[in-house]
């Protein structure tokens, strides 16, 4: 009986051992972010939200906001923020509007996802927890959130990590075409554009987004159970209706929340982000195509706080997901500069 606890950690250590000789270190990184615990969510109360979220590391740490995008849930960061919680800070990881727990408080509100309305719910996030500065990192939609937190109050951002880089919106102006690759790749946005891309995505929500995680990330091999973990996020009552105000609203297909007009005249504008600013790209991209390491002048306008950009290769849309060891030494750099 003494000796089987032994034997048991000896064939674990034999599987593991085993394990690393068959895959690949970026393959075990990303098979670690995929089944990483989740923590525990908590909820907190903004005027218009009660917002679900996990809150990792000592509350005395300098906080970090990171946001997910579209489709995605707070799963995308299970891989960041191990490192990031070591090196003392706090990190916070809410559920976007429309996703998983969070939640409208009244039954009238308007169910939208315009661009100012999630830039607005990062700052209403910060001040329910009374966060006078912090950090935000996100992509895709939390990553235009996470821009516009810090172009609009650059007292309240002290650092930011981009994932697809600046993607503050002018929906002010009328839709141009692009390239037709881009406008290949950008199909879902037109779909949903249409009722029966409403519909569509009423109905087939789960075999959608799963088809958009393959296409847009097309180098990434996931499991079943790691989209799973996430789709359930997808059930959220008001996603479908915050989905495609985002899509409509973006290309003037919808009306925004006039109580956030001010706003969106602001973001027209397209402000620039004035604080240290740390750009990655996924080189397979399916969603953007691939990015040039060069910065543009547009870059430098818009980030001139712009510390470095950096094209992965191998790594598609999902990069906290494919490549999370990159978001958070990214994050760190900035903070260790800044203190």
């Not at 990171?66 to 070591?86: N, Q, W, Y």
């Not at 102006?173 to 690759?181: C, I, L, T, V």
């Amino acid at each position: 009986m003494t000796n089987r606890p032994m034997r048991r950690t000896f064939l674990k250590l034999g599987a593991l051992a085993a394990s690393d000789l068959a895959v690949s270190s970026t393959g075990v990184r990303a098979a670690m972010a995929q089944n990483a615990s989740p923590s525990q969510t908590q909820q907190v109360d903004t005027a218009e939200l009660s917002i679900g979220y996990e809150d990792s590391g000592p509350r005395t740490g300098f906080p970090i906001i990171l946001l997910h995008g579209f489709p995605d849930d707070v799963r995308a960061f299970d891989g960041v923020v191990t490192p990031l919680t070591a090196a003392g800070h706090r990190v916070l990881v809410p559920y976007l509007r429309g996703y998983g727990p969070t939640r409208f408080h009244s039954a009238s509100a308007l169910r939208i996802g315009e661009q100012a309305a999630i830039g607005q719910d990062v700052i209403d996030f910060a001040d329910a927890l009374t966060l006078p500065r912090f950090a935000v990192g996100g992509y895709d939609w939390g990553g235009r959130a996470a821009a516009i937190a810090a172009a609009v109050h650059p007292d309240r951002v002290r650092a930011a990590v981009l994932i697809g880089g600046y993607t503050i919106q002018n929906p002010t102006a009328p839709p141009q075409p692009g390239p037709p690759e881009a406008e290949q790749r950008a199909w879902y946005q037109w779909y949903f554009n249409t009722e029966r891309g409403r519909a569509g995505l009423q109905m087939n929500r789960h075999a959608l987004c799963k088809y958009l995680w393959k296409t847009w990330s097309p180098t990434w091999s996931f499991s079943d159970a790691t989209y799973d973990r996430t789709a359930a996020s997808f059930d959220n009552p008001d996603f479908v209706d915050v989905v495609i105000h985002s899509y409509r609203h973006r290309i003037n297909n919808a009306p925004g929340d006039p109580r956030l007009a001010a706003m969106e005249a602001q973001l027209s504008k397209r402000p620039p982000l004035r604080c240290p600013v740390i750009t990655l790209y996924g080189a397979d991209d399916g969603v953007a195509g691939g990015a040039s390491p060069t910065v543009s002048a547009g870059e430098r306008t818009t980030l001139p706080g712009l510390v470095a950009k950096r094209v992965v290769a191998g790594v598609g849309h999902f990069m906290p997901r494919e490549r999370p060891e990159m978001v958070s030494a990214a994050m760190l750099e900035l903070l260790n500069a800044t203190k």
